[in-house]
């Protein structure tokens, strides 16, 4: 398979790999998506944070059948891998620590790319060349710069090629259930930076990387600080709603990822131009946040001023009404999930991982289960063909369901534990508030909106 030819075969798994997706995240926001060209060139140069989800962020949620360029050294383990990257669509890109002798394979990978680009299609790779489990984006690499002038000045005629940058963020970087937004962000036309790379290529090299890096990080919730990115992170979750509210903006998951960049900008401020004060609220909410948690309780419960009993009540009620439901989910769904978590969970160190490993195997895993059970219980079901298909279908939806009123009954168990907290530990109950209260109190004063 070439790499500049639309691929069916690729299209198909790009339609199971969708509903995959849609199975395991709660939403998916995409904006900017109107400024993507047509009839142009294309190069995607996203942010790098969570294994595969990242390429599958661009991948789902564009038209293209995007080529990605990776480090050559996933390739030439065997046959069978690499005829599976390049179906995938995967070049390769060899760099000096691969071998001095390997650089000239990167002509085979520019001739390629020339040939993707010729015929308006879209190259991918990451500015960062690695990825961080932080919402802290990397230096980048000068390879993004580096290869599209290279195809401008070895491709017969000009390209045209136009670098999309885009922000990848998540809810949480390997839970179920969880929000992915994607920002997309203006082009930038490389035409704008060649004529100087034809006089000074170090200098237009280093220009165009600086733009990228520039035009993602308005894409991205990106903490500057070192020092104190694990205290900004926890003051962003206890006070982040309190801080979109102060913006009189109403909430929505946008809303939020929008309001927490610029409670980053400013916590990042902060600690440049107030370090003592930054350092009493590092230790207010280190404070509120470990006494949160160690009386089993989650942030939300505290720092939010919801209605807790009537919440209560009306979601026990939704409970009981979707119990069957989560049962038939559960028992058809445990096996393969339980499986693949605790492998994974125990195998793959690095977190930022994990979700990869777990879509992977879960891909190839669940509808080995599904047609397992499909056949275990064939025999019960009626001799109609299409009641076999409709258990079949009904097995991943069902487990979507079943996992939907598992986050329900936690959070419903969870307003219970507060009920309990502010009727028979009354004291306790006022102290969290009081501690919520003095935080808030002081970030409102130093945070000025």
Request: charged fraction near 25%; glycine fraction near 4%; aromatic fraction near 14%.
């Amino acid at each position: 398979m070439k790499y500049e030819n639309w691929s069916v075969g690729y299209w198909c798994l790009k339609q199971y790999i969708a509903f995959a997706d849609w199975l395991i995240h709660k939403k998916t926001i995409i904006t900017g998506k109107e400024k993507i060209p047509k009839n142009k060139p294309i190069v995607f140069a996203p942010n790098h944070q969570n294994g595969l989800s990242d390429p599958l962020a661009i991948l789902l949620n564009t038209r293209f059948q995007p080529v990605w360029l990776a480090r050559a050294d996933i390739f030439g383990t065997s046959k069978v891998v690499d005829t599976i990257l390049r179906f995938l669509k995967i070049m390769p890109v060899y760099r000096l620590r691969d071998g001095k002798e390997n650089l000239q394979k990167n002509e085979q990978t520019f001739s390629d790319s020339i040939k993707v680009l010729e015929r308006n299609f879209a190259l991918a790779l990451f500015p960062e060349a690695a990825h961080s489990p932080r919402r802290q984006m990397l230096p980048h690499k000068k390879a993004v710069a580096r290869i599209v002038f290279r195809a401008e000045e070895k491709a017969k005629q000009p390209l045209d090629i136009q670098i999309i940058p885009a922000g990848i963020y998540y809810s949480h970087y390997w839970k179920f259930n969880r929000t992915v937004i994607v920002n997309f962000g203006s082009r930038i036309p490389v035409k704008d930076y060649y004529h100087q790379y034809l006089q000074k290529p170090n200098e237009a090299t280093i220009r165009l990387k600086t733009k990228i890096h520039e035009s993602i990080l308005p894409l991205v919730l990106h903490f500057k600080t070192k020092k104190y990115y694990e205290a900004f992170e926890k003051i962003r979750e206890l006070y982040g709603g309190h801080f979109l509210k102060r913006q009189n903006k109403a909430f929505s998951v946008l809303n939020l990822f929008r309001s927490d960049q610029l409670l980053a900008d400013k916590l990042d401020q902060m600690e440049a131009e107030n370090p003592e004060e930054i350092e009493n609220i590092v230790r207010l909410a280190d404070a509120l946040y470990s006494e949160i948690h160690q009386h089993k309780l989650r942030s939300w419960l505290i720092v939010t001023e919801q209605k807790h009993s009537g919440k209560f009540i009306i979601n026990s009620l939704f409970l009981l009404l979707g119990l069957p439901l989560f049962f038939y989910g559960f028992l058809l769904n445990a096996l393969p999930f339980f499986l693949i978590d605790r492998v994974v969970r125990k195998k793959v160190k690095d977190v930022s991982f994990w979700s990869t490993f777990f879509f992977g195997a879960g891909i190839l895993l669940f509808p080995l289960f599904y047609l397992i059970e499909l056949l275990a219980v064939a025999f019960l079901l009626p001799g109609l063909w299409w009641v076999k298909i409709i258990f079949f279908i009904s097995l991943p939806l069902a487990g979507k369901a079943a996992f939907k009123w598992y986050i329900l009954f936690r959070k419903t168990l969870g307003r219970w534990h507060i009920i309990k907290l502010r009727i028979f530990d009354r004291s306790i109950y006022n102290h969290l508030q009081e501690s919520k209260q003095q935080l808030f109190k002081n970030l409102d004063k130093f945070l000025p909106l």
